[in-house]
């Protein structure tokens, strides 16, 4: 029997092949869009899971509230890890890492700048799972000096894995000892390196500073602890150890310090949470977001809601011409479970068969999914595990729904009805169909509009004026491994064609390496009015070369000694400082965390407020000092070849450091890359917002096609009586755009409140224009009447004589 349906369903699809193909490339295209999207979400949800301890896994955080900032840490005191172990029993292990920046790593005469590398504790292995391929992972980190390496980097430099026991050369100075390798750590981790050296090293890892934030901690709770029991211990913790450096510093006990609204306070962040929520000061690497696995969630059952209320639709109005058929089998004996059989096996046959086509598709699509996402995302054997049985439960639940209604509905009919012709059919009776319609482009109204906010929104980030001016701007990195030869490094290439200004200072608004913060005091022992600010060392150059305006007082100058002692604030700064005028004001400086001595500087210069961290932050404090930074030297260029100063550059730099490998980005580029994660978001809503649209149109084709052949013989007649070709185009067209109107008045309401929602996490933002309503609106309209009168205008044009010759 089933062999039976199988073969007649086969020949029913065979008949309608235009029909099948729409239905069938339609439902694929939809199910592979979604598969492509659901590869995205799971990656990103993956994160951190490899850690077989992950659930008791947190990561302290440090929110800091004074001096005109709050800002919350991914950071924490050097201290706290072994008071954690030491003090409280609901912790089983601490780990910290210590972040420094790049290291230059000898390699026979060449030497490589690394930039992952960090510093880790001994119990690195204990909290986290990564396995070693050589070497004790109890014994690996304990002594100074010595390095763990990942699989990858042990065959780089000796082309071998088994590296234990082989020796790296760090900085040109610090051997260290290998004594472990473990394998690559995977791309769902939150934090990547190649290099772990021991803690044991670093002497500001054993310093009892509670006001330097400067490690990343990391706690492994004993089974069954509650960490949100555990972290209510936290303010006593911080009134036991950090309370007495408070007073030190600031002349302030704990109680002072917060009923003044400040805030010196503690947190945990599950380690599964780090990668899609949290976006601090002081992360490892660039976390996610879980706003955007929310929206494309969103999106996937959106498209994959598409794809199947078009296949439902087409299937429902083509039920209609098979009336006749099922009064037929009534009449020769066919029983109504027969009848539901075999709809439902059509349905289900012609699912499975879209069902395989989207994994063909989303099986080609993934190389260039991944090159648009920043993902390596494969298909392998373990996700198989799950695809297949959620692709096979996929099609069962969308051939059923599909096939429900023909299957029942049609079978329930009286023949002797269905003969006589009274099943009433076509476009006008199908209440069900138009509700569908309006669904399907609600949901692409929807989708238009948030993709023009976005798009929107990322030309506004693109082209607000920051401040500062990074337009051809070359930054050339490490420079301070130069030593000595850096001042005449910067004063060749100031000297080159093409060369407007030349800073050097590793401080610059699109780099990492730029949190230092400060507490400057109006009057020593004061701590009343003080700033918390973001203190970076430049030279007399750098306002110039990075076109950053002075409102009020002057700029350093290497003709005046006092400017050791000189600083330019910020507009924010000079605001907190309470005063009209800050030029000469006097601000004091701790030299010691006894704050018993300090250092008093004066404000030369005032310059506008420039965005130097993410545009979804307010601009906070930064105050210029006067000094030297080898951090990295910027280079502004005003020529039409660049290539060609950039070749001299890099001759400039081998002369001095033949060994050393030139680096460098352009500012620009380091500016776009901080809104990557935007960018390939906006990208990815683009396409899946055209496919979605796609979709939706081959939905609406059939429709009018199968519309258009319902009401053959009524347009036949409208001609022969006098009705033109705009006439009957007008009139298969209006009941499609009137559906469309309805499904813009739903759509404008939603999709504005959504984007409101996401355009709040921006500090800087653009407010949603009406033209992207009306442009959504038109373009929706325009899509929906070009899809209809394709099938509008070939219904008339036809000849009449061919629909009335039977009548």
Known sequence: MFKNYLKTAFRTLKKNVGFTAINVFGLALGLATCLLIVFYVVDELSYDKFNTKADRIYRANMQIKFGGIDQTYASSPAPLGATFQNDYPEVERACRLLQRGGYNVKKGNQVIHENRVVLADSTLFDVFTLPMVGGDPKKALVEPHTVVITESTAKRYFNTAQAVGKTFTFDERELYKVTGVIRDLPKQSHFHYDFFLSMASAQESKENAWFSNNFNTYVLLKPGVDAKKFEAKFPALMRKYAGPQLQDILHLNFDSFESAGNRYQLSLAPLKDIHLKSNLMSELDHNGNIQYVYIFGAVAIFILLIACVNFMNLSTARSANRAREVGVRKVLGSRRKSLIAQFLSESIMVTFLATVIAMLIAYFLLPVFNNISGKAMELSVGSLVWLVPALLLTVLVIGFLAGSYPAFFLSAFQPIDVLKGKLSSGFKGGMLRSSLVVFQFFISITLIIGTLVIYNQLKYIQNKDLGYNRSQVLVVHGVYDLGAQSKVFRDEVKQLPGVMGVTMTGFLPTSDYRNSSSVFQERALDPKKAVLAQTWVVDDSYLSTLGIKLTKGRNFSSLMP????????????????????????????????????????????????????????????????????????????????????????????????????????????????????EQRMGTIFIIFTSLTIIIACLGLFGLAAYSAEQRTKEIGIRKVLGANVAAIVGMLSKDFIKLVAIAIVIAVPVAWFAMQQWLQGFAYRQNIQWWVVVLAAVSAVLIAFITISFQSIKAALANPVRSLKNE
């Open 562 to 677: 006092t400017d050791s002692a000189a600083m330019i604030v910020n507009e924010t700064a000079a605001k907190l400082m309470g005063v009209k005028d800050p030029l000469n004001k006097p601000m004091y400086l701790p030299m010691d965390n006894m704050a018993k001595t300090f250092k008093e500087y004066h404000i030369v210069g005032v310059i506008k407020d420039f965005n130097f961290a993410s545009l979804r932050n307010n601009v906070t404090p930064v105050i210029l000092m006067y000094g030297e930074n080898t951090g990295a030297l910027s280079v502004k260029v005003n020529t039409a070849n660049i290539t060609a100063l950039m070749g001299m550059i890099k001759d400039k730099w081998k002369s001095i450091k033949s060994g050393k490998e030139f680096e460098y980005t352009f500012m620009d580029e380091d500016f776009d890359s901080s809104y990557r994660a």
